[in-house]
């Protein structure tokens, strides 16, 4: 079956714009969480979607947001970029928010900033 | 999720077991041990998780201590491709991980 997939896969975009990231979850996973990946801070938890509701967010400031549509794809939306924002943003998908036993990771999205 | 430790680089030569150590002193009584490992430009992969009991999977076994203040990951035959950052986390079911600096692994021919 179709792993988890993350589009576009690379990205550059100029400090202040704006940008969003698309995942696709595995057919019939219901639960999208997103995480950010930086060589100084790690990977870092954004937030978790599950039926179209956030269900958690992580320790980050506004500019970074996230919406699930009805057929469980999400997408995740960084405002008023900055330098400090080039990372691996990676989707995970589960059946169920049932934490680390039921997560497929996507590939992610490189984002950078410039 | 408790917080782990790890050291943050070992070598293994290939078609050694690969027995890689993490200390979770603080986890709570609900709380499995997951290991993830992550190769280079790919996404987080699961590998095995525990409660109390020692476990055995195709990719490795995982040996939790009796107090269950650490564990280890036992890669039996270590190969090339194992090459890897790994991760072991304590969780509760929350989908809200902690990942912390893991351990790079490098299998060495």
């Known amino acids: 079956k179709a792993g988890v997939t993350q589009t576009p896969r690379y990205l550059i975009k100029t400090r202040g714009q704006q940008v969003t990231l698309s995942c696709s979850p595995i057919s019939g996973h219901r639960s999208v969480s997103w995480y950010q990946q930086t060589p100084g801070q790690g990977l870092q938890f954004l937030f978790e979607?599950?039926?179209?509701?956030?269900?958690n967010k992580g320790n980050f400031p506004g500019r970074f947001s996230g919406r699930q549509f009805s057929n469980s794809r999400s997408e995740m939306n960084v405002s008023t970029l900055e330098l400090g924002d080039s990372a691996l943003y990676l989707c995970?998908?589960?059946?169920?928010?049932?934490?680390?036993?039921?997560?497929?990771f996507g590939s992610g999205t490189r984002l950078t900033v410039v | 999720d408790a917080k782990t430790t790890q050291p943050p680089s070992m070598d293994c030569a290939e078609g050694r077991a690969a027995n890689l150590p993490c200390n979770h002193s603080?986890?709570?009584?609900?709380?499995?041990v997951y290991w993830y490992r992550q190769i280079h430009s790919q996404g987080p992969q699961y590998i095995i998780h525990?409660?109390?009991n020692n476990e055995t999977n195709e990719m490795a076994s995982l040996i939790i201590t009796e107090d269950r203040k650490s564990s280890t990951l036992i890669l039996p035959h270590a190969t090339l491709r194992d090459t890897a950052v790994y991760y072991c986390?304590?969780?509760?079911?929350?989908?809200?991980?902690?990942f912390g600096g893991g351990t790079r692994l490098m299998v060495k021919p």
């Open positions: 525990g409660l109390k």
């Open positions: 603080t986890i709570s009584g609900n709380e499995y």
């Open positions: 995970a998908s589960s059946l169920e928010p049932q934490g680390a036993r039921s997560y497929t």
């Open positions: 986390i304590g969780n509760n079911a929350g989908n809200m991980l902690t």
């Open positions: 979607y599950f039926s179209e509701t956030q269900r």
